[in-house]
T-cell receptor, first 110, second 119 residues
């Protein structure tokens, strides 16, 4: 079946540092989404990308839809303690269900 | 809007018991999804509905699992009989259609989840 490879699996960074994570697939997707999950909560949508090459920002977060449509990355600038959580990428082909990556666990040292 | 509402938030039960998880979706969102999350397997789609009709139940693990959506404002996921390996967090999620010109479910909005422990 379709699989998304999300990396890194986990990160432990210093407050103020920038963070970068990505998702790759052997399949082409038409939509890429990035979610964040806080402990004890459901995933919350951060950014949605609908076009190859699209670069979208949401505050300190920036995500890009890869030009090949097989990958996407998420950057977080100047990390703060509340950025802690699990970040998931998700890809979708038209008319199909979302496929989720395994998640990147982010820990921030203050 | 209150968002997706799930109940119970936590359930502890014994093996063999019936478990019913409930979801009240966001009004007007046509797609409803049931996901299961575990450390080992991550987020797994169990089943999804469009306009109350089950579209894809290929992710339902076995016959012990069933889901219904009797109307647009309520869905249930039932496990009977429950087993320890069913222990997980179960999420209900909603979406509407993708932006115009596209087909299929769009951005998912998740509930807070129901944490199930089967002893």
């Amino acid at each position: 079946g379709q699989q998304l490879n999300q990396s890194p699996q986990s990160m432990f960074i210093q407050e103020g540092e920038d963070v970068s994570m990505n998702c790759t697939s052997s399949s082409i997707f038409n939509t890429w989404l990035w979610y964040k999950q806080d402990p004890g909560e459901g995933p919350v949508l951060l950014i949605a990308l609908y076009k190859a090459g699209e670069l979208t920002s949401n505050g300190r977060l920036t995500a890009q839809f890869g030009i090949t449509r097989k990958d996407s990355f998420l950057n977080i600038s100047a990390s703060i303690p509340s950025d802690v959580g699990i970040y998931f990428c998700a890809g979708q082909k038209y008319g199909n269900k979302l496929v989720f990556g395994a998640g990147t666990i982010l820990r921030v040292k203050s | 809007d209150a968002g997706v509402i799930q109940s119970p938030r936590h359930e502890v039960t014994e093996m063999g018991q019936e478990v019913t998880l409930r979801c009240k979706p966001i009004s007007g969102h046509d797609y409803l999804f049931w996901y299961r999350q575990t450390m080992m397997r991550g987020l797994e789609l169990l089943i999804y509905f469009n306009n109350n009709v089950p579209i894809d139940d290929s992710g339902m693990p076995e016959d012990r699992f069933s889901a219904k959506m009797p109307n647009a404002s309520f869905s249930t996921l039932k496990i009977q009989p429950s087993e320890p390996r069913d222990s997980a967090v179960y999420f209900c999620a909603n979406s509407n259609l993708l932006p115009s010109g596209r087909v299929g479910p769009g951005e998912l909005f998740f509930g807070e989840g129901s944490r199930l422990t089967v002893l």
